[in-house]
């Protein structure tokens, strides 16, 4: 879907940490990020890249194991994009668009 | 990829997809049906009697500011005639309460409710960051649980209302069991479970509404509402046993969805399977089993619902459950839930009577217990008996250890209400 001209231009995406994930990236909530609209072997930019980028280039912390365990997003960790369950976005095969806002909640903090 | 439709209304985008069922919902939808079930939840557990004063029990988490939203909605829309009352607890560990105590003043403007802040220091001497001094960053989840709990019902019992609310909901109570299941304690698995529980030690009930709710929907719900609602975790809490029961209720969760409300259930057929003589010594009335509160669930500070369970307090604990299971001073009134009562055999079995304990006062502070010193009491002694340093030097009663130090107020521990 994407062409090779759109590919060029960067993604901008704003990726948002609630529920005490917050405190492994800067302990900041709300990021704006400009994504490559392309991984390195030429396929569209998708969730599951984004959890690499943001594990790689965001995270502040060392605790790697409280966002992602084998390499998906940690049991007990809600993933939102723009608001809806990824479950009903396909999780990882999702591909980014432009101004999508993507939440990534805890619950396994304190209630 | 077109937007998925809500499975109810057809006609709006789903947003939501339930745990327990798959079922896709849009955000109007959802919240409806989590409303509605927590309604039918109270409505068939008989939780609330019109007009009684309840006290909320608010740490400004998600699960207690879901709690106090529901109930409020609730209680408007079905008229419970309830007067609702949003109760917190200051630890008193510097800055932590800070921020969640700020949210739960926000939260009482929000919902109109009155707020009572207790503390620590006031009820016990000690605050949480005193206490960590003394004995230490690991095991202290053990005391901030045991005074938390008393704290809850004093706070209660100094507003005159005997109904407190907490925000357990079915993870916390999952995670309970399989915790109890791992360690053998059939027991303690079978009171965790119960949905209400009544306590002659202090005149207090407490029950759980949000107790078939999942965590993930008590967060959907607090994002769609756009509630107020503060994230932290006891800086104190070591995670150990219970934290790990919690990964495994959440990787569970991610093969099998429903596995949170199955083992929920789970414990509630085998809590019917507990001999009383195993539940906590023999017992007059079958229905009835005694329980030491709500030490069963999330006993430590990370919220209401904490988290974690000191390691190095195991023989702290240990002593606090014998004496449980010696004299059980609390009274589970084992109510039974709903659907899931396949044979319904026990669908409506109520206790017919309470048992009856002889009650007496904690020695040291005068709260209603049936042991000669509560538990809370009996944490204070370890504490101020290993005071090193500093404070007042008073040395009472135990003339044995003359170079005792402890805290004025330390000893002067509460006789505040519950007279
Ligand atoms: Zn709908
Ligand atoms: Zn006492």
Sequence with gaps: ?111 | MAPKMCALCGTSRAFIVRPKNQQKLCKECFTTAFETEIHNTIIANSLFVPGERVAIGASGGKDSTVLASVLKTLNERYSYRLNLVLLSIDEGIKGYRDDSLETVKRNAVQYQMPLEIVGYDKLYGWTMDQVVDQIGKKGNCTYCGVFRRQALDRGAAGLGIRHVVTGHNADDIAETVMMNLLRGDLPRLARATSIVTASPASDIKRSKPLKYAYEKEIVLYAHHKRLDYFTTECIYSPEAFRGSARTLIKSLERIRPSAILDVVRSGEDMARLVPDEVSGGARPNKDILVVEGEAEIGGGCGSANGRSSGGEMADMEKQLLDIEHAQGNEIDIALRGQKHDRNCRNTNRMPKKLHKQQMGKCKRCGYLSSQDICKACMLLEGLNKNKPKQQIEVSVEEADSPTLTRRMEGLKVIPVHQT
Excluded at chain 1, 79 to 95: F, P, R, S, T
């Design chain 1, 1 to 111: 879907m994407d062409t090779d001209s759109k590919s060029a231009q960067g993604l901008p995406i704003v990726v948002e940490f609630s529920g005490g994930l917050e405190l492994l990236f800067s302990n900041q909530r709300k990021h704006k990020l400009s994504l490559p609209s392309r991984d390195g072997k030429g396929h569209a930019t998708n969730m599951a890249y984004l959890v690499r980028y943001l594990c790689d280039n965001l995270m502040s912390d060392a605790r790697q194991d409280m966002f992602v365990v084998d390499d998906t997003v940690r049991p007990g960790v809600l993933v939102l994009i723009n608001d809806a369950d990824w479950e009903l976005e396909g999780e990882h095969q999702y591909e980014l668009k432009k101004n999508d806002n993507v939440l990534f909640v805890s619950t396994l903090h304190g209630g």
